[in-house]
């Protein structure tokens, strides 16, 4: 195994031998990942359980509203999910220059999709309309998402992020990061579901702060670690910063959007 975590190929290597090395490499690569998205989606677990504890409306207003922002994430996580395959293809070529160049340009993306996100969370009237939902439950869902949406920008720059330390082989990185997220978001859910340290009690809203916060912090910690860490020193998102380039970005999208389209359908299809 080399430092990019690729098997070194050996000659007249035998078949079941040459197999079990790649699912080796595979479950170094693949286990990080499959961790990394568990931890992701137990944040809204996590708030539907707590906020069960708070009351039953609660419980029915943020099980909704987790119902309405995954599939959006899901969406937008799996656009950006095309970095991830243009820099690995980058790294094996050696043309290691033009890695950030797209890294920046998924950053342009992941801000354009936190504004769309942002907006359809904190407009979702017509759909808990449409649900006949009554108008205290309504408001929690309400509040619940708008205090969300605070911690958008943290969670897809954390998604933009992954294109590059994932694609570099290091999938790690943003497990360690997301298991952070969740660590953090536990006791934080209590501090504000229940109204701990002097704060008042928020019931289900305070899921959506938590959560948030949580995001953020996990976001910070990974740039700091992005800046300081020796695998990365090469790469530097301020120094290498890049205007955004509209081929770029198009290239983007044209890998991407069918990947998010996709994945949005089906997670919608469990939400509704």
Request: some cysteine.
């Amino acid at each position: 195994m080399d430092e990019n975590h690729q098997p070194i190929p050996e000659a007249r290597q035998p078949l079941l031998q040459r197999t079990l090395s790649e699912w080796k490499t595979l479950s170094l690569l693949g286990a990080p990942i499959l961790i990394a998205q568990l931890a992701q989606m137990a944040n809204g677990v996590i708030d539907t359980v707590m906020a069960g504890h708070a009351s039953a409306e609660d419980l029915a207003a943020v099980g909704i509203g987790s119902s309405l922002w995954m599939p959006l994430f899901l969406m937008f996580m799996g656009l950006l999910q095309a970095m991830q395959p243009i820099i690995s293809g980058y790294r094996g070529s050696g043309e290691l220059d033009r890695i950030m160049p797209v890294t920046w340009q998924g950053l342009y993306i992941a801000a354009g999709a936190a504004v769309i996100m942002i907006t359809l969370l904190t407009q979702v009237h017509p759909v808990l309309a449409l649900l006949e939902m009554d108008s205290h439950t309504a408001g929690i869902t309400q509040g619940y998402l708008n205090a969300f949406s605070w911690g958008v920008p943290a969670l897809l720059l954390m998604t933009a992020l992954r294109g590059l330390t994932d694609g570099l082989g290091h999938t790690q990185v943003i497990m360690a990061f997301s298991v952070l997220s969740t660590l953090l978001n536990l006791p934080l859910n209590y501090i504000f579901i229940y109204g701990k340290l002097g704060l008042p009690a928020m019931g289900g809203v305070g899921c959506g702060w938590a959560t948030s916060l949580s995001n953020g912090v996990a976001a910070i910690a990974l740039l700091i670690y992005l800046n300081r860490s020796t695998s990365y020193r090469r790469f530097h998102l301020i120094a290498d910063w890049c205007r955004p380039h509209l081929a770029d970005i198009g290239y983007i999208l044209r890998i991407g959007v069918p990947i998010g389209f996709t994945i949005f359908v089906e997670a919608s299809m469990f939400s509704v």
